[in-house]
């Protein structure tokens, strides 16, 4: 988004959307499954490289027909903040405390003030869809403390 993005070297998702012929369990073992990890703190993506590692299941959707974030939240173990929101809040943080202690670093100072701004429009479309509360607001204080 703020950087020169060239190039393609990720890798590609399965076009085909059935799920593998190699799966040995069935639907409701990978739910428990996704609930287990749920409760020992792990996060959505963790969940799935972790099913991904070690139980090969390369992707949840085509097998159980729900992602690993909808089953979550059908057992009310979904985050109070989303990954990807909650991600770059810890980023700004580690950053803070680098520029505290670094006070000459101006080229990091541009680099937080561009962290949060996708703080700022990532909090703007949580509140939008009702993912987080209308009076949540980011700051940089009291992100330091959480």
């Known amino acids: 988004m703020h950087s020169h ?3 393609k070297s990720h890798s590609t998702r399965p076009l085909n959307p059935k799920a593998p ?16 990890y749920a409760k020992e703190d792990l996060a959505a993506s963790q969940i799935g490289v972790k099913l991904r590692d070690q139980h090969s299941i390369p992707l949840v959707k085509p ?4 992602t690993i974030t909808r089953v979550l939240e059908e ?25 505290k202690i ?8 541009r680099s937080l003030e561009l962290i949060e701004a996708k703080v700022h429009r990532l909090s703007v479309y949580y509140k939008k869809i009702g ?3 209308q009076k949540w607001k980011y700051k940089a204080l009291v992100a330091q403390l959480e």
């Open 5 to 7: 993005n060239y190039g």
């Open 21 to 36: 012929s190699w799966i040995t369990q069935d639907p409701k073992e990978i739910e428990e499954l996704i609930i287990k």
């Open 63 to 66: 097998i159980i027909k729900k």
């Open 75 to 99: 057992n009310d173990l979904n985050p109070e903040l989303p990954e990807d929101l909650n991600n770059i809040v810890m980023k700004a943080v580690g950053l803070q405390k680098h520029l």
């Open 102 to 109: 670094n006070k000459k670093d101006n080229r990091n100072v």
């Open 131 to 133: 993912r987080i509360p």
